[in-house]
């Protein structure tokens, strides 16, 4: 676990690599129909996949800016969008969040199980290399869904929330914290994940980037450390993944 309060030694990782696909899908989750936003890197061989798990505005610009990055950096990208079930995402971001604040923890792991059985099955990924990363709300959906997936092999979580500490035994991927200085709520739970990670010998590590808040890869309020934490990112998932 690395915890640091300054920028991270610069990446080697190289950002706009492949050309692009993307478009919209439907799948079946239980007795549903899911809408998701799935981006393909044009790459000869087959392709790693990640989960885009949205923030609590639900499917926006950037969950589709950020679905097409990962499918730049060779990556299957897909980003389903979680209120499909209650008829999408809304125009009115409050009234995203009150949906999103109604969903049921168990249906939101059926959707995202039904996610990634639906990327295991394109004939551009690799079915047995698949991570998943989350923001804001998706940042602790990540942390709690690699709780009950044990095919995941990496997890990444842009400031969210900590699972409960039991829940850590049942990890089995490998995990990437990205969390800002001034974001006081979310990271007085880190001390938790600590105690967590070294109780149960997960493989977490976070990185607290300076001089920025809550949301800060959506917002840029400072460019270059959302660039710093996006090559952590994408070399953390090439490492894992790749």
Known sequence: MVLSLHHPPPSSTILHV????SEYVKYVSGRDTITAYLAYPERKDRAPAVIVIHEIFGMSDFVRQTTEQLARDGFVAIAPDLLSRRGGTP?????????????????????????????????????????????????????????????????VVCYGQGPDALAFARIRAAGLGVYA????????????????????????????????????LRTREKPEVADSAWRAVVGFFREKLE
């Open 91 to 155: 125009a009115s971001p409050d009234d995203a969040r009150k949906l999103i604040a109604s969903l049921n923890a168990d249906t939101l792991t059926q959707d995202l199980d039904a996610t990634v059985a639906f990327v295991k099955r394109l004939k551009a990924t690799r079915p047995d290399r698949v991570g998943v990363i989350g923001f804001c709300w998706g940042g602790g959906q990540s942390f709690r869904y690699a709780t009950n997936n044990p095919s995941l092999r990496a997890f």
């Open 181 to 216: 200085e001034n974001d006081a709520r979310i990271n007085a739970g880190l001390s938790d994940v600590d105690a967590a990670v070294r109780t149960y010998h997960r493989q977490y590590r976070y990185d607290v980037y300076p001089g920025v808040g809550h949301g800060f």
């Open 18 to 21: 492949f050309d692009i696909h």
